[in-house]
Each structure stands twice: as structure tokens, then as C-alpha cells.
Nanobody, 124 residues
């Protein structure tokens, strides 16, 4: 069993930056693929970024490439999402998630555990 507790988020002006954190319980954090998803009002949850246990070749949604960076500190059981050059269309509830599969899946159904979600609001 893994529990994910998120922090960060909030309100920022367009062009600004935020960092989200997600701390996992359990001793096998390093073996999980970690991902970030988001859900805007009236829209389905969508993939944002993922990083496997090895950290090689993270995967990003096209709309965030070059602006967002996913990183993980296995010693601290923590995954981060650094968000720069934020746009109003990035406004959503962001979720971290853990998957027991390899690689960097974009399908939410492959993720086994989810954080509680945190609101990110970008004003224009």
C-alpha cells in the first residue's frame, strides 16, 4: 500500500512558476513509476508527466514540454513537478500518481495510487 500526500499549488499570474510536491509512504517508492495528471473543470483527467524508477527519459504531454519538469528524489520518497511559464490553460486540479508498471505510461488506468489533488490557478 502506498499513500501519496501532495503539497504546493495555489494562485499565480501567467508567466509565473509553481512547484508541486508529492511525498509517498512505503519503502518501495523507488520501484514505482511516478506521474502527474490534471483535471480542469468540465474536462477529463489528462496526463501531464511521468518518470520511471530509473529516471531515464521522462515523458511529457506536448503542451507542457519545455515548461514543466518532473523530478524525483528516491531518498526522500518525493516526486516534484516544477511548472514554469504558466498559462491560464494550465489551471486545473493536479494529481500525483504511482504505477507499479515499468516505463512512463500516460494512461491513468495504469496508475495504482493517487494523491489527494491540489489546485493550480493561473490568472491572465
Amino acid at each position: 500500500q502506498v499513500q501519496l500526500v501532495q503539497s504546493g499549488g495555489g494562485l499565480v499570474q501567467a508567466g509565473g512558476s509553481l512547484r508541486l510536491s508529492c511525498v509517498a509512504s512505503g519503502r518501495t517508492f523507488s520501484s514505482y513509476t511516478m506521474g502527474w495528471f490534471r483535471q480542469a473543470p468540465g474536462k477529463e483527467r489528462e496526463f501531464v508527466a511521468a518518470k520511471s524508477w530509473s529516471g531515464v527519459n521522462p515523458r511529457y504531454q506536448d503542451s507542457v514540454k519545455g515548461r514543466f519538469t518532473i523530478s524525483r528524489d528516491n531518498a526522500k520518497n518525493t516526486v516534484y513537478l516544477q511548472m514554469n511559464s504558466l498559462k491560464p490553460e494550465d489551471t486545473a486540479v493536479y494529481y500525483c500518481a504511482a504505477a507499479m508498471v515499468g516505463g512512463t505510461p500516460a494512461a491513468s488506468a495504469l496508475y495504482n495510487y493517487w494523491g489527494q489533488g491540489t489546485q493550480v490557478t493561473v490568472s491572465s
